[in-house]
């Protein structure tokens, strides 16, 4: 029987949502515990304790783990590993920045973004920003890998999982340390999470013409986006900018205002669920993908909309 | 200060990827190859520490088959004192391209190893983190911007809850974001300069690394496929076909 230790992610005593994707694929793999690293551990232990399928939460309290620093959570996790066949954490940016940190101390390759379990040891992931997927077969021992939150839904709530406290014992650097975290600045709701992204192009013309697409995606709720055509004309910043050296997003609804459809966009929304495409020129790639498009004028078409919500 | 950093060879962001016929992998024969471009900016960062005013040596290394001077040549073009091949002829994981990166790291006596967040090949994510591990320094992943004084690094990280401060001690290992810097052009006499600057190469066995154990991958397939959906006349039109698929 597989043993799977999945390590959560957490913020200000609040649980991440990705924590209950990653158990929700663990789940598919074998028992499931749950650990959580902070300096006062008992409200996040209590929250995992929920996650439907968590058989125990292991709760690690050490004021080193105050703040999530991949140099000093990964000798803990190597310790607290031992025993367990697979090792997973979400691949947000925490699981990201931790978990191959943790495979290198245990000389074990990781397997990134899982999106489908084929069995304990086999597993497919996407490449080239999902273009291609590929199965991938760890090897033979503990298997390490981080759980693309975009293909697993989260587990339910109703469990009641025994918490123990853990100890670990492991040599702590002081390399590195902890400043500040500066938290998004924009209402709007984080580009990469969001379930409705307004995105605009090169069509949009200009930095001030933008307001038509922040207008629109306030009033639907959504994160505002980009293509890399208009982030490099200077029509807003870097940090909007979707494809596949941009972020890469799967929103429920994305709304693609003026934008072609370079393949580098493409591939940055190729998982969203509906993607409606507004653009005058008929013959845009973007209508190829796009499950509705409008021929239209994206200065006369996104207002009307607002008037229709 | 002497700075590593990493030039990755992979298909260029523009190219439509296929998969080969057998279904062995992906078809490169033939396609356009770029540096990757999380890599070309922190050749471009290495360039940046340099101009201001932090004297260093930059190192551009790649690991590959010979193809891959291709690339070194770029950095080099860009600006980079010095290239470093180290060849390998099968497919190199994220472990074993740590371990060689760990290993030129110390006998190269970096104080600052500068790589892409992750390659746009396997997508992977894991390399600089890995070396920082094998290597016992600190990382700084998902890099915007960074900055030294005093033997430290600061170093602002795009996380997911927003930005991160950080500040480590060098040496140090830090992955490059797309929002750090804009690389530069490469101009044609620079192109032509960088002919003559060294390129030296080394084999895997040079390192004396043992090879790890690795991720078979076991097949290679397009994702389920986005097919064009119909075409709406106007936007109240478009409001309804919205409100039939339940997402407004």
Redesign the interface.
Known sequence: MSQVLVIAEH?NGQLNNSTAKAVNCAAQIGDVHVAVFSDSPAAVAEQAAQIDGVSKVLSVENVANSNA???TL?PQIAALSDGYSHLLMPS???G??????????L???????IMEVIDAQ?FKR????????????????LVVGTVRTASFKAAGTGGSAAVDAATVSADL?S???????????SERP?L??AE?VVSGGRGVGSEENFKVIYSLADKLGAAAGASRAAVDAGFC???M?VG???KIIAP??YIAAGISG???HITGI?DA????AINKD?DAPI??????????DLFE?LP??EK?? | MKILVGVKRV?D?????Q?KKDGSG?ETAGVKMSVN??DEIAVEEALRIREGGIDSEIVAVSIGTKDAQQQLRTALAMGADRAILVEADSEV???DA?KIFHKLAEEENADLVLLGKQA???????????????W????A??TSELNFADGKA?AL?????????????LP?VVTTD??LNEPRFVKMPDIMKAKRKPLDTKAMADLGISA????????????AG?T?????E???A??A??KD?G??
Request: no cysteine; glycine share 6%.
């Open positions: 913020l620093l991949a140099a990964a947000t940016t925490f990201k920045d931790v978990l191959p940190r943790v495979a290198a101390l000389d074990r390759p990781q397997i990134s973004d086999t996407p490449i080239y920003a999902g273009n291609v997927i590929t199965t991938v077969k760890a090897p033979e021992g650097p390399h590195t340390r902890f400043v500040e975290l500066q938290a998004a600045a984080d990469q999470s409705r910043p870097n940090d900018q596949q050296t941009g429920g609804l370079a393949i580098q190729k669920g509906v993607i409606v008929p209508f190829e993908v796009a499950d509705i498009g409008l021929v239209a078409a009307e909309i229709h919500l | 298909i962001y523009n190219v439509r990827v998969i992906v471009p999380f994981q994220p472990l740590a746009i090949d396997d997508d992977a994510n894991q390399t600089g983190q890995m070396l920082a591990a094998l016992g320094r600190p990382q992943t998902f600061k990280r795009e996380v997911d809850a927003g930005l991160e401060l950080i500040e480590v001690d140090a797309l929002r790890s154990a690795k991720l078979e991958t076991t097949a290679f397939e397009p994702p986005r064009a959906g119909s075409k709406v106007d936007v109240p478009l409001i076909a919205l698929k997402v407004l």
